[in-house]
């Protein structure tokens, strides 16, 4: 488990000492939100992939060059060491924990008595592009924001959104930048992605019309980003998180 604890227990030689002894025996590995820190700390994350809460995953992989940090997905498997985000991520996990050991019927058995998803997916980003628009200043940004959000299959062009924003072309970027910290294209993209996921999960829209409706056009522009950013197909991933 992560916490403020986290980083006293770091520099207690005794504690580091005695976690490396036990994950030698263990079958599994695993830790919530800062507690990778630890982890790391023994060496047990050394060469492998990993992450953390999103807060301090430029912390962890400057202070562990070693470690392959991924600040983006809820959860990472890398053989038997498992890492998750922040504390609801680690039930993502724990959820995919009682899959691995027991079969889809126990874990969704415990989904349900305590209301949570099941197999919410390790690649979920931990970042959202609607809550990065909740924490813009400039109302010309947030204009074109929420119009990105509710018209995710339109004109979403910078030239487009700066006319939106009433603001010049490159005003409007190097603002949006500033603002979001990211550029206007990967929150667009960002957000197209959140649309087809959400559509690919509920809705028993053809691959063609989701693509269309999160606004990637085709269904070939929509594969090529779900392989770089969620490394699966848009097929795959809606017979894996199909909520019907």
């Given at each position: 488990?992560?916490?403020?604890?986290?980083?006293?227990?770091?520099?207690?030689?005794?504690?580091?000492?005695?976690?490396?002894?036990?994950?030698?025996?263990?079958?599994?590995?695993?830790?919530?939100?800062?507690?990778?820190?630890?982890?790391?700390?023994?060496?047990?994350?050394?060469?492998?992939?990993?992450?953390?809460?999103?807060?301090?995953?430029?912390?962890?992989?400057?202070?562990?060059?070693?470690?392959r940090v991924e600040p983006d997905p809820i959860f990472v498997r890398d053989?038997?060491?498992?890492?998750?985000?922040?504390?609801?991520?680690?039930?993502?996990?724990?959820?995919?924990?009682?899959?691995?050991?027991?079969?889809?019927?126990?874990?969704?058995?415990?989904?349900?008595?305590?209301?949570?998803?099941?197999?919410?997916?390790?690649?979920?980003?931990?970042?959202?592009?609607p809550l990065q628009a909740q924490a813009a200043q400039h109302d010309g940004?947030?204009?074109?924001?929420?119009?990105?959000?509710?018209?995710?299959?339109?004109?979403?062009?910078?030239?487009?959104?700066?006319?939106?924003?009433?603001?010049?072309?490159?005003?409007?970027?190097?603002?949006?930048?500033?603002?979001?910290?990211?550029?206007?294209?990967?929150?667009?993209?960002?957000?197209?992605?959140?649309?087809?996921?959400?559509?690919?999960?509920?809705?028993?829209?053809?691959?063609?019309?989701?693509?269309?409706?999160?606004?990637?056009?085709?269904?070939?522009?929509?594969?090529?980003?779900?392989?770089?950013?969620?490394?699966?197909?848009?097929?795959?991933?809606?017979?894996?998180?199909?909520?019907?």
């Open positions: 488990m992560g916490g403020d604890g986290t980083y006293e227990a770091v520099a207690d030689e005794h504690l580091v000492g005695h976690v490396a002894r036990l994950a030698a025996g263990a079958r599994r590995i695993t830790s919530v939100c800062s507690g990778s820190f630890l982890l790391a700390r023994a060496g047990l994350l050394d060469g492998k992939r990993a992450t953390t809460h999103w807060r301090v995953c430029d912390l962890l992989a400057r202070s562990f060059p070693a470690v053989g038997n060491v498992w890492t998750s985000a922040g504390v609801t991520a680690g039930m993502d996990m724990a959820l995919a924990l009682v899959e691995d050991d027991h079969g889809r019927d126990v874990a969704l058995a415990i989904a349900r008595r305590f209301v949570l998803f099941l197999r919410r997916p390790a690649n979920q980003s931990q970042f959202s592009a940004i947030r204009a074109a924001q929420h119009h990105v959000a509710e018209h995710p299959d339109s004109d979403c062009s910078v030239a487009a959104l700066a006319r939106i924003a009433l603001m010049s072309e490159r005003n409007f970027a190097r603002c949006f930048a500033t603002e979001t910290g990211m550029t206007p294209a990967r929150y667009v993209e960002r957000v197209r992605m959140e649309t087809a996921r959400r559509l690919l999960e509920e809705s028993d829209d053809g691959v063609e019309a989701v693509a269309t409706a999160a606004g990637f056009g085709t269904a070939e522009t929509m594969r090529r980003t779900f392989l770089r950013l969620v490394r699966t197909s848009p097929t795959e991933y809606r017979r894996r998180f199909h909520a019907a």
